[in-house]
């Protein structure tokens, strides 16, 4: 039923959303004595949303008498004040201090109204004046942090460099005494100032640093809360289904970064080098609880999961004189991820949903974050694929087996290579960037094969395929079967084996390609510079990865879709379904200096 007619939604429903947005700032800064200052600053950010869904009468999953029509107003307000002395002294000759004290208050409120209209009088009348069913649901929230903090930088020469900074937050949704601390140091040097370089190296600098970031969690979970609804009577009260968690701790993030960057040949080679580890320690996750407890989620601390990898960007100007320049930038990056620690009594963690419906990620201890389970198709002890008496796939669908490992949607590395070329008043640029490693599970792909809609359902059509596979027993089976046959297997529309439709996520492009011209100017009283840009993005592959499958009698197949397109910041990820093609822009710019 969830399988709608594509022109029935684009006629006969529609989610609308409008927003208006009010912005405030005001700051005031007060120089005390030479040395010191003090800063006010305030801020206000008020937006209105309006949200409103019909559905004509006839909808699938949305049959209701007439129709349906829900409106939310959602109104968010953040408020933002600090309070900052800023102060700098010279210490003699060579030494330099510059420190920051302050206080910050922040207040983010959320009030939400909905009404529905769960059925209409008057056919396809799009107002709240005709239900027939009217519910009404308001809903608010409010999270305060204040914060007490002070940063202080000490410089030696000003090629040396001593940073420390250390905070404290004071976080509502926390139990009291709702406080917590995080702090920073870095240290760095730019050692080409202080000692004499060999004439290749231009520039050297090192550089390490330590921070602690902290977040004070997820609001409403340290009570039971309760729910108002309409009903018989004078209505019902309902409780929530999370088990409190008064004992919320905050989340801390620890990082701890290294790094060098050099110059050489008179600037015109260079590069920089960064190591990373990160540790997120205290994350909430969520669990399932049995019925007789009287909840069905419960929260808790828990997590080490760790990042750790290197960053390098090399720089070269090949060509450089008076009429040409040749700039190269090449960006390379690597990220290995571990769940160190869960908790003592949880070892793994479904995340968001999708078990048993394609793929499911999971935060494993001993694995990594990104990693996600399927249900595939069964192989014997030698390797060979098992076929179902009837040359179909065996999978463990069929058999009834769990899911399985089939990868990580996090990519091993990631590229960006930028050539810049000037000639007189020309320039061109070109940006190819690139994943390498990681997989995506094609769920639109999955869904229609169940359906024939997809190009690769074309080849035998008329039978002839022959898998090739062994039985139970290990004896070859020779029957052949149909497409039809093999996808609707495969699929199984919307609870299908995602390993058929799991594909190498490396992808490389030309992601942008600019060429611009500086036109001259007769006179620059009024227009000091002028420059005019035809530039075009993601404007075509290079190459594409394949689907991790070796099918017999089909290969492997080139991904058909952008993996980008599926990205998000949730915990479902490395599976799409329905996401919208990639688009390629091409545009015109006009820069304009006075």
């Known amino acids: 039923s969830i399988y709608q007619n594509p022109y029935w939604l684009i006629h006969n429903t529609a989610i609308n959303e409008s927003r208006n947005r009010i912005i405030g700032f005001l700051s005031a800064k007060y120089q005390i ?74 207040d983010v409120q959320s009030d939400q109204l909905t009404n529905t209209a769960d059925g209409l009088n008057v056919t396809n009348k799009f107002s709240l004046n005709y239900a027939t069913n009217p519910n009404m649901y308001q809903y608010g929230d409010q999270v305060q942090t204040q914060a007490a903090f002070g940063q202080a930088s000490f410089s030696f020469k000003d090629a040396v460099f001593l ?11 926390l139990p009291k005494p709702y406080s917590f601390q995080y702090y920073s140091l870095g240290a760095s040097a730019v050692l080409s100032d202080l000692m004499a370089m060999p004439n290749g190296i231009s520039f050297l600098k090192a550089s390490i640093n330590y921070a602690e970031v902290g977040n004070g969690g997820q609001f409403g979970l340290l009570n039971s809360t309760y729910s108002y609804s309409q009903g ?36 015109r080679l260079g590069f920089t080098l960064t190591y990373y580890k990160s540790n997120s320690s205290n994350q909430l996750l969520s669990i399932n609880l049995p019925t007789a407890t009287g909840y069905s989620t419960q929260y808790i601390n828990a997590g080490n999961i760790q990042n750790q990898g290197v960053e390098l960007v090399l720089n070269a100007s090949p060509v450089r004189n008076k009429d040409i320049n040749w700039d190269i930038t090449l960006n390379l990056a690597l990220n290995r991820n571990k769940v160190v620690k869960l908790s003592d009594e949880i070892k793994t963690v479904y995340l968001s949903g999708g ?24 192989k014997d002890s030698k390797g060979n694929y098992e076929v179902n008496a009837d040359g179909t796939p065996y999978t463990s669908y069929i058999s009834g087996d769990p899911q399985e490992y089939i990868g990580n949607f996090n990519p091993k590395e990631t590229m960006g290579l930028t050539n810049t070329i000037r000639y007189k008043a020309f320039s061109l640029r070109a940006l190819i960037d690139g994943r390498i490693g990681g997989i995506i599970v094609s769920g639109t792909e999955l869904n229609l094969a169940f359906s024939g809609i997809p190009k690769i359902t074309e080849k035998y059509r008329e039978g002839g395929w022959s898998l090739g596979g062994v039985d139970l027993n290990g004896a070859p089976v020779t029957k052949a079967i149909t497409s039809q046959q093999f996808w609707q297997v495969a699929s199984g529309k919307r609870y299908g084996v995602a390993q058929f439709f799991t594909y190498d996520a490396t992808n490389f492009r030309v992601r942008e390609l600019s060429f611009g011209y500086d036109i001259p100017l007769r006179s620059k009283e009024f227009v000091k510079t002028a420059r005019i840009s035809a ?16 099918i017999p009698g089909l290969g492997k197949r080139k991904m058909d879709f952008d993996p980008d397109m599926s990205l998000g910041n949730g915990n479902f990820q490395g599976i799409e379904y329905g996401t919208l093609p990639a688009t390629r822009t091409y545009g015109l710019n006009l820069q304009l200096t006075f």
């Open 33 to 106: 004595v030479p040395w010191l200052s003090f800063t006010g600053r305030a801020n206000l950010d008020r937006t209105f949303n309006k949200l409103t869904t019909q559905y004509a009468q006839g909808t699938l999953l949305w049959s209701h008498t007439g129709g349906y029509y829900q409106q939310q107003n959602i109104t968010t307000t953040q408020k933002w004040f600090d309070g900052i002395f800023e102060g700098n002294n010279q210490i003699g000759r060579d030494f330099k201090v510059n420190y920051h004290a302050g206080l910050i208050f922040q």
């Open 163 to 173: 940073d420390a900074s250390l905070r404290n937050d004071w976080d509502s949704r």
């Open 232 to 267: 018989a009577g004078n209505g019902f009260l309902s409780r929530s289904t999370t088990l409190p968690f008064p004992t919320l701790k905050p989340e801390i993030v620890k990082n701890l970064e290294a790094g060098i960057e050099a110059r050489f040949m008179d600037n």
């Open 355 to 378: 078990y048993g419906r394609s793929a499911t990620p999971i935060v494993k201890e001993g694995g990594s974050y990104g990693d996600l389970l399927s249900l595939k198709w069964l």
């Open 535 to 550: 530039i075009a993005r993601n404007v075509f592959w290079i190459y594409r990865g394949k689907s991790i499958l070796d």
